[in-house]
């Protein structure tokens, strides 16, 4: 096992070396990133998303039966949010799995690699602009000697913005 992660690892970059990890983690339970897995992931997390979904529906649901003058202003609030929840279940069980399938179908073995190399296409136009951005927009706050006064500044600068959010309401 251990020759099957330096041989991943080889001359891989640091974030082609998560993909590798991922690879080596797939291998040693005997899936692979292939469509067969998709569904076998859905399985494993529908039954708990079912259930949570339908608990917070239970839950805010009789708001939406209070009588009296608050019955009309109230009964947005519990049928809006379970509108939501379900909208949220089924893009947890349609289109994330879709959106798995189209960028994990990159990750296919090499034509003439052994079995424990894996490749990887080209990057996409919209890959390599998101990386950039992901990059240029973070490496300020996590890499480099100003990495953790950058933080701190990013920090007091979202408390200020909260402070004054909150000055608004003596100041309106």
Do not use: C
Request: hydrophobic letters at 50%; zero cysteines.
């Amino acid at each position: 096992e251990a020759d099957i992660e330096e041989d991943a690892f080889h001359d891989a970059g640091e974030h082609d070396q998560r993909t590798q990890q991922l690879l080596v983690v797939f291998r040693r339970t005997g899936l692979e990133f292939r469509v067969e897995a998709i569904p076998q992931a859905v399985d494993e997390v529908g039954g708990p998303t079912i259930l949570a979904t339908f608990t917070v529906i239970a839950a805010l649901l009789p708001m939406a039966f209070v009588g009296g003058l608050m019955g009309p202003y109230m009964r947005p609030i519990p049928i809006n949010a379970s509108i939501g929840m379900l909208i949220s279940l089924a893009v947890a069980f349609i289109v994330t799995p879709w959106m798995a399938y189209h960028l994990l179908r990159k990750l296919t073995d090499r034509p003439g690699a052994s079995d424990d190399a894996a490749g990887h296409a080209a990057p996409s136009k919209l890959d390599r602009r998101l990386h950039a951005l992901f990059t240029r927009l973070m490496t300020p706050f996590l890499a480099g000697a100003a990495a953790r006064s950058n933080r701190r500044r990013l920090f007091a600068a979202m408390g200020l913005l909260v402070m004054l959010a909150g000055s608004l309401v003596v100041f309106k």
